[in-house]
């Protein structure tokens, strides 16, 4: 299975965020890290994710390589391109939440992920008959 990682998973395992109901959203996302580590999924993040990644935990794009360290292949990085920006009024119409939202499930949708991972699941309900759209707990 093709994943596509939204930033917010991988913050939240830097930052020890905690969700609804105390959920452990960082031992959750590194739990889904292992998982495709071992080869249970692909993952896929955007230049836009690795972006929001240096801006909210101060490291840089060799640190969210880090966290793939053991098997580097399953991690692809797609650069964002025209075509997804043309994409935002589309998908902003459906009801995709904010403008880099829309550009994540772009990307999602061209690179033909099966899944949206993220932990802003309302963000991207407008979409769900498109791809599935699911927490890191519930992969």
Known sequence: ????????????????DFGKNLEFMSL???????????????AVISDLTVEEFEKITKLSKADLKELFKTNPHKLEIISVEQRDI?????????????KKDCIHAAIALRTKCDVICTWNIPDFKAIKNLIRVL???EL
């Open 1 to 16: 299975m093709k994943i596509y990682v939204d930033s917010n998973v991988l913050i939240s395992i830097v930052l020890s």
């Open 135 to 137: 927490k890191p707990s």
């Open 86 to 98: 043309n994409r935002v009024k589309e998908l902003s119409k459906l009801g995709v939440k904010g």
């Open 28 to 42: 959750r996302s590194q739990e889904l890290i292992e998982r495709v580590l071992a080869c249970e999924y692909a």
